[in-house]
């Protein structure tokens, strides 16, 4: 199910340029009505569902209904950011609540460095065994002799 915005709620991003979820989007699918001053989702059938958008929104005006296999009709999840985590909200059919806690990257923008211990030169990417697999397929070893046959 894709995104969708809740005019009602929906403030712009206080009449900026571009609103957050427009900044977020790795689809480049939400737009900012000009006349309107209201966000929307230029392309639902291109939506990833990525909650980017819904994760960003300062007034919790975006949405994803969820699918019936993890959100059944009538439930819903809310996810509220904070500086430092989000917290999300279950809501289920019966009227009870459920809230989950998480931490979020605290890395400043374009400070990430998620090869900082991985060798990544050219030189590297023509080697057989690429950036970490060695560690990751015990091939630091070689090759096992099996002296025995498993049966069941």
Known sequence: MPSFVITEKCDGCKALDKTACQYICPNDLMVLNQDLMKAYNQDPDMCWECYSCVKICPVQA???????????????????????????????????????????????????????????????????TLMCEPAGLNTERGPVKMDKVLTL
């Open 62 to 128: 975006v949405e994803v209904r969820g699918y019936a296999d993890f959100v059944p009709m009538g439930a819903s999840v809310t996810p509220l950011r904070a500086t430092d985590s989000i917290m999300w909200t279950l809501k289920f059919r019966n009227g009870m609540l459920k809230r989950f806690k998480f931490p979020i990257r605290t890395t400043e923008e374009g400070k990430a460095q998620p090869f900082d211990h991985f060798p990544t030169g050219d030189d590297d990417l023509k080697s057989p």
